[in-house]
């Protein structure tokens, strides 16, 4: 079974700051893909970013971004001038034969 | 609506009910996933229906859960005899394609607690 996991149950942030949240995952499936969802209080889960298994260049969304390290089994996700309003849980996720969650990092933003 | 919709948003039950949560995808998707999750946890798979074929129901975490997607768009979550421990947000997400090809869309969850 595929298995995700997120070593950081917080993490904390200077507004204007850049931040990295870890994420590392077992698989032994070739095609798959990874993404880092956001989920504010309203707990809807919002998709933040996507990263194709197959495609070596890391995905970029604005001020989101990733380091996708397909050998090591690593998808760590970089928040550049980190706002008030990316203050949320942050869940990686696996879908490959099934679809799998870490536990979460919840960040918070220090204006 | 453009987004999915589930409802209720909350519910409340007493042990041994029987409780039904919905979910409306968004219009025109094929795919449909049920998740549990728990406070504090990520979510965690419970099924999934490509149009109104249930294709993986290894999730579901007894026999007490039930989910139905009879016309291939509206689904239905069902517990019977809740207990405590089925407490938790059940998320559902639809998405345009198959097998991860296309992002899941979410709806904001059915808080259930069970008393």
């Known amino acids: 079974a595929q298995t995700v996991t997120q070593s950081q149950p917080e993490m904390s942030v200077q507004e204007a700051e850049t931040v990295t949240l870890s994420c590392t995952y077992d698989?032994?499936?070739?095609?798959?893909?990874l993404f880092w969802y956001k989920q504010p209080p309203s707990r809807q889960m919002i998709l933040v970013i996507r990263q194709e298994a197959y495609k070596q260049q890391n995905a970029t969304e604005n001020r989101f971004s990733v380091n996708f390290q397909k050998a090591a089994k690593s998808f760590s996700l970089k928040i550049s001038d980190s706002q008030l309003g990316d203050a949320a849980m942050y869940f990686c996720?696996?879908?490959?034969?099934?679809?799998?969650f870490g536990a979460g990092t919840r960040l918070t933003v220090k204006p | 609506g453009a987004g999915v919709s589930q409802s209720p948003r909350y519910k409340v039950a007493k042990r041994g009910q029987d409780v039904a949560l919905r979910c409306d995808p968004i219009s025109g998707h094929v795919s449909l996933f049920w998740y549990q999750q728990a406070l504090g946890q990520g979510p965690e798979f419970l099924t999934y229906?490509?149009?109104?074929?249930?294709?993986?129901k290894s999730g579901l975490p007894s026999d007490r859960f039930f989910a139905e997607r009879p016309e291939g768009s509206v689904s239905t979550l069902k517990i019977q005899r809740t207990q405590q421990e089925d407490s938790a947000v059940y998320l559902c997400?639809?998405?345009?394609?198959?097998?991860?090809?296309?992002?899941?869309?979410f709806g904001d969850g059915t808080r259930l607690s069970i008393l």
């Open positions: 229906f490509q149009n109104e074929a249930q294709l993986d």
């Open positions: 996720a696996y879908e490959g034969y099934d679809m799998r």
């Open positions: 997400a639809s998405s345009s394609g198959t097998a991860g090809n296309q992002p899941q869309h």
């Open positions: 698989t032994s499936e070739s095609d798959y893909y």
